[in-house]
């Protein structure tokens, strides 16, 4: 009723919020419930992770990424050919390659859920529930889950530290610590100087892997890598604490992951930039109380 006959701009704003209200008022719990959804659902989980295991297979193997990376090297009495030569050659690969880690990036842990969430039997994963509710071991997802670990749960961290090895900026072949100005001065390999060639230098700036180390300090390199495996182990850690003790046993040991995650990264801090150390401590905090929060949820009596 406050805005019965607004028009122009006021009927604009109410018309777009009514819509958008409208949107998240549906029952979306009751319409994944359904068969039909359930088989969309693992329709669709098969579909992207063979897409993801196809697009995987392709970066490592046929792409020739880690081949142009081998080119790279600076050999005793010559300069090898630059990335940046390579990658303007190759653009379509590069860019390609690109898309490919980005989206492995974001569906390793989902992927990584699913695998453990299979070989355990546990029925909050809508996949298990909809194809092995009585436990007996499915074979066909059974195959799934075999293939998904050995292929990219298992490798795709390994992989991924190997290429941050490779493609990270490093000091003189004969010294890592020191390196040569425009002028051939030696001069430290230092934070600044390393910092500087991420952000600044033409190979970084166009090689694909430079977002796994980007922003981080040097001795950090690899911090994203350990963090991916870290939340493997935790999601593995969980899902043994759900199925084999309670819901409550595993909420408490995902508070306590991430209070002593918390005071470990305040003391680390991992980041280039003191503002992110900042906002990455913030995100813990918060993460930590939403898990002492999951406590309570988890021992709430639920009625049927």
Not at 24 to 35: E, T
Not at 237 to 257: D, E, H, P
Request: aromatic share 14%; glycine share 8%; hydrophobic share 50%.
């Amino acid at each position: 009723t406050c805005f019965r006959g607004a028009k122009g701009a006021a009927f604009a704003t109410y018309a777009f919020f009514g819509s958008l209200c409208n949107i998240v008022a549906i029952n979306f719990g009751a319409i994944a419930g359904s068969k039909e959804a359930e088989i969309f659902g693992i329709v669709i989980v098969v579909v992207i992770a063979l897409m993801c295991l196809g697009g995987y297979v392709w970066m490592i193997y046929f792409s020739g990424i880690l081949q142009m990376a081998m080119e790279n090297k600076v050999r005793d009495g010559a300069e090898a050919r630059s990335f940046s030569e390579m990658a303007k050659e190759k653009s379509q690969t590069v860019w390609l390659v690109t898309q490919v880690l980005t989206g492995s990036l974001s569906i390793y842990l989902p992927m990584n859920t699913l695998v453990w969430q299979i070989f355990l039997c546990d029925q909050s994963s809508a996949l298990v529930h909809a194809v092995d509710k009585k436990c007996t071991g499915n074979s066909n997802l059974q195959g799934l889950a075999i293939m998904l670990l050995l292929t990219v749960v298992l490798t795709f961290p390994v992989f991924c530290y190997f290429c941050v090895e490779r493609f990270k900026p490093k000091g003189s072949p004969r010294n890592p610590e020191i390196t040569y100005d425009q002028d051939g001065m030696e001069v430290p390999f230092d934070d600044k100087v390393y910092n500087e060639l991420v952000e600044n230098d033409i190979d970084q700036q166009l090689q694909p892997f430079r977002m796994l180390y980007r922003g981080f300090e040097r001795k950090a390199s690899s911090y994203k890598i350990g963090l991916m495996a870290f939340k493997a182990l935790v999601v593995l850690a969980t899902i043994i604490f759900a199925t084999s003790l309670s819901v409550t046993g595993a909420a408490a040991f995902q508070f306590f992951v991430l209070l002593i995650q918390l005071l470990a990264m305040s003391y680390y801090m991992p980041f280039v930039n003191p503002t992110d150390d900042l906002m990455d401590v913030q995100g813990r905090i918060t993460g930590s109380f939403i898990a002492f929060s999951g406590i309570f949820i988890a021992t709430y009596p639920t009625s049927g």
